[in-house]
């Protein structure tokens, strides 16, 4: 099963889609799942080596996706690719998905043991189902 | 031997932490403009983390400054800290490979401009610190034959200058860009903490 | 200038999405924004009659977007439009756009007093930097 | 007069609320195969607070129900909240406006029929509560000349049979149809807590 990892210059943003997307899926059946958020005091921002500390704690050899909040969490992320074991980074995913809906896709695609790609692309599709509904 | 002492090194980390906090509050008015309002407490943030670390603990003014970048990555919060944490990462890679004179350091100014343009996918144009530091090592490169200090004190103007001329630009990368059009006009945070670096410079490695 | 209404599953989403978009604009200048989340007990859920007195809580002449997080929350937004007054209703737009990556770019864009058509567009286009940035 | 008295009504409402409250745990176990695990949760806090209107203080069949749905729509917080309280308020309007006999209350159910479609822009097939419901609309329809309690003992079975088919679908709707191929062979809650609705009807409005 893939890790997933998720980035946002908010911690308390992090969490609340965390929460809301672990309501779709049963614990014993959740992905591994990694937040790195917010600065170390508490206000906003991205740290790239905690994004990095987060990568390898969910790291499978499945691949791990990384989930951002805005562009700018991109640059952190893509450093701590750099900070990575080479072979790690190799299997990482930053995704261009919408946080929270792009979380909760992610989360179930991810449970049932679909690939890094899988995810991923479920992940980037996932205002579908809003733009579908508000039509 | 690098380009630059340890102690050099640190001098330079030391004013620039001085100078960030004597401007955070104007940084952060910058960015008030275009961005978030957080410019001046981030640096200012980083900076301080920054001074705190022992100069005399490190055998080589790159080791100094990877810690510098490295402290910057994980204090500054926003998207200077990446930015800012690739610079002084790649110059003091640079550096302590490069040779030990004025070279040293334009090769260690251009690999930094190097990294902040990848991590930045970012070019000069585009409104950002960029805008300060690619004419900055231009100038350097120029004077370079003039030695270390009179290159340095070209690179400071040439970057006040390309700060200055970026504020006509429309922002295209960074929250700025949200703004569009409406960026025009407001001088580049990033910019004008880029310039504030390299006059550190200018001040404190002009001997190497 | 629009108003804006925020509904989510989740308040503490809504509300850690509103701090996090409300960084990028000056108090003086930002629209009205409401928030209409989570269930009555503080659970997981959306509420139509929250929405329709979140709607009428920001509403302007100018139009009131609408952002919402999950397919089902486009349902509750519908139901509320049906409550309001018809003349108000017909200048409440439901938005398709990313609940996080949306709201920021709404919020910065309605604050320069853009129609609801340009706020609503640049909303649904808000994935376009992370996408660029992650390349 | 409608087709239903305000007495009924409350029987009914109290019936179902009772049935949801026995059920809750079913319910939430079935969402847990294929959505989030709170339907039954979602209905039970939903008709407790129904239950606890004052029925004796609604002059019509129609304003209490309305008032139902209305507390429905406040009180599930999920997707069924928007739902049932469509299906009830377009129930209650349709039943006031429509005459006395069986074909009033048919009125009302395919009034509460085309609102869920109308709300969930789903239709028979997506394995939704519709499933259920579709049917039993039809099975009363047919039924309807011999009477209404034979229509919602009809209405009900129908029901049953329609969540039980609508078992081997994919969703298409709401959360299961995150699921995909996966959500085959599940039991849909929204079909199965509508298809205790149309039980209790055919308990309670029999005398219609
Ligand atoms: N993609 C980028 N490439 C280069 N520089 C950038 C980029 N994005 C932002 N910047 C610079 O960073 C500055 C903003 O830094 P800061 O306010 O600390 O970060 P944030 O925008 O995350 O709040 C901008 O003024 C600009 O000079
Ligand atoms: N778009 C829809 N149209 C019709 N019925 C739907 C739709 N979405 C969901 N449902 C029904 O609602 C039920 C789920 O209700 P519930 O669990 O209370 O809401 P949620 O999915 O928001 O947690 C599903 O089993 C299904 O029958
Ligand atoms: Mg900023
Ligand atoms: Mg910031
Ligand atoms: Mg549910
Ligand atoms: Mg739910």
């Known amino acids: 099963m893939i890790g997933i990892v998720v980035v946002s210059h908010s911690r308390a943003l992090a969490e609340a889609a965390v929460a809301l997307a672990e309501q779709m899926v049963p614990q014993e059946s959740r992905p591994q799942l990694a937040v790195a958020a917010g600065a170390a005091d508490g206000s906003f921002g991205t740290d790239a080596s905690a994004v990095a500390a987060a990568i390898e704690q969910v790291d499978s050899p499945d691949g791990v996706l990384v989930l951002l909040d805005l562009g700018s969490a991109v640059m952190s992320a893509e450093m701590a690719t750099e900070f990575l074991d080479p072979a790690m980074a190799e299997h990482v995913r930053l995704s261009g998905a919408p946080l929270v809906e792009g979380l909760v896709v992610a989360l179930v695609t991810a449970s049932t043991g679909a690939t890094l790609d899988k995810v991923e692309s479920e992940a980037r599709n996932a205002l579908q189902a809003k733009g579908k509904a508000v039509g | ?208």
């Not at chain 2, 000069?124 to 009179?150: C, H, N, W, Y």
């Not at chain 2, 006040?160 to 700025?176: P, Q, S, V």
């Open chain 2, 1 to 208: 031997m690098a380009a630059i002492s340890t102690e050099q090194a640190g001098a330079w980390l030391a004013d620039y932490a001085q100078v960030i906090g004597e401007n955070a509050a104007m940084l952060t008015d910058l960015d008030r403009q275009t961005g978030d309002a957080d410019h001046g407490s981030n640096m200012d943030r980083g900076m301080k983390a920054v001074a705190a670390l022992d100069v005399s603990s490190f055998d080589s003014p790159g080791a100094l400054l990877k810690k510098a970048g490295m402290t910057l990555v994980s204090n500054v919060g926003g998207a200077s800290g990446p930015l800012y944490g690739t610079f002084f990462l790649r110059f003091a890679g640079a550096l302590d490979d490069g040779p030990d004179d004025a070279s040293g350091l334009l090769g260690a100014l251009r690999a930094g401009l190097e990294g902040i343009e990848q991590r930045g996918k970012a070019e000069r144009g585009d409104k950002t610190m960029i805008d300060a530091l690619a004419p900055a090592v231009e100038a350097f490169e120029t004077q370079s034959g003039a030695g270390t200090s009179a290159a340095l004190t070209a690179a400071a103007k040439a970057a006040a200058r390309g700060r200055d001329e970026a504020t006509d630009l429309i922002a295209r990368k960074g929250r700025a860009s949200y703004l569009g059009e409406r960026s025009k006009g407001k001088q580049d945070p990033g910019a004008t903490s880029m310039t504030l670096l390299l006059e550190s410079a200018a001040r404190t490695l002009g001997s190497a």
